[in-house]
């Protein structure tokens, strides 16, 4: 059996940017002195003159993508996750949300897969930190398929959108020729009747293979693929809930605020299900190789399938 193809989403994202920008000369890419990291470096080897490198300063750069917005331009600005929900904050709150402009924020290295950069680099609170941004979407793609599709929607759509892209390759599960992308509609991967397990980004693949791990047990689990965690897809994951009875959310972020906190949100009030939330228990990352933090963490199948059997007995 041939190796499944792996790459990481941030190559992605650099990918797009430069393929984007052949068409579309209004696109600037904005990075903080991390282009190499990012792969924005591919775009500015392709179109130089619109690329702008704001330096360890992502303060600043937020100002300037808020700026550029304001002259008809769409600026993509792009650093690690950490530093643009982050360090960035307050300048992304109020320069950009509260005024709605058309800023789409490049975030990479996002989550515990992150790996030897360790807790202060680990991002597992980006998603919370955005989704509190009244406007903003927050994107979490699942694999390269999907990545491309994301930066060339948050591209075509106008108002701020955050896309969080990870370090580590990860199989692309997505085939490119059938694929479709929507902003805010979740995708059902697979039919189930037992449970629900709801995923975003890197988990979502994880997911899968846990359900066929359930599957050898009996267990037969619904996995639905959730890349927009804002606004969230409701009607697909209560039409999911009420379906099986039992929801299980997985997702490379914090526990809280993210999206366990969302799908809660909204099934709480409108269709009151059992909810076991897997992520990263209000507990800050540690430095060490991303399989096994994923694994240490519980994120890989395994533990995903473990802890779903337990939840449905």
């Known amino acids: 059996m041939a190796d499944i193809k792996k790459i990481a989403t941030r190559e992605s994202y650099g990918n797009t940017l430069a393929e984007l920008g052949k ?10 002195d991390l282009a190499g990291a990012t792969k924005t470096s591919i775009f500015k080897k392709a179109f130089p003159d ?4 704001c330096g360890i300063a ?17 600026p993509f600005m792009s650093t690690f996750a950490m530093f643009a929900a982050g360090r960035a904050f307050e300048q992304v709150r109020n320069s950009i949300g509260y005024p709605h402009l058309n800023v789409k924020i490049g975030a990479t290295h996002a989550g515990i897969s992150v790996g030897e950069d360790g807790a202060t680099h680990q991002c597992n609170e980006d998603i919370a930190l955005m989704r509190e941004i009244p406007g903003m979407v927050v994107i979490n793609p699942c694999d390269d398929t999907e990545a491309r599709a994301a930066v060339k929607a948050a591209y075509e759509y106008i108002g701020p959108v955050y896309l969080r892209f990870g370090r580590l390759a990860i199989p692309v599960i997505n085939d490119p020729e059938t694929y479709k992308f929507e902003i805010g509609k979740g ?12 995923a975003t980004g890197l988990c979502v693949n994880e997911a899968l293979n846990a359900a066929e791990k359930l599957s050898a047990e009996g267990i037969n689990a619904e ?9 969230l897809d409701e009607e697909l994951v209560i039409a999911s809930a009420i379906k099986t009875g039992k929801v299980v959310t997985v997702e490379e972020h914090s526990i809280i605020g993210g999206l366990g906190s969302a799908v809660c949100e909204t099934l709480s009030s409108k269709a009151p299900t ?8 209000d507990t800050f990352g540690e430095s060490g190789p991303a ?6 963490y519980g994120l890989d199948a395994d533990s995903i399938a473990a802890k779903v059997k337990e939840f449905c007995k």
Do not use: Q, Y
Request: overall charge neutral; some cysteine.
């Open 291 to 296: 399989a096994e933090l994923i694994k240490k």
């Open 274 to 281: 059992k909810v076991l939330r897997i992520g990263i228990n």
């Open 58 to 74: 992502e303060a600043n750069m937020a100002g300037v993508a808020a700026g550029l917005a304001t002259c008809g331009k769409v």
């Open 50 to 53: 619109r690329h702008i490198d």
């Open 23 to 32: 068409t579309h000369e209004d696109i600037i890419v904005l990075d903080a």
């Open 187 to 198: 995708i059902t991967m697979k039919e189930g009747s037992d449970v629900t397990i709801i």
């Open 223 to 231: 996995v639905i693929n959730i890349h927009t965690i804002k606004p």
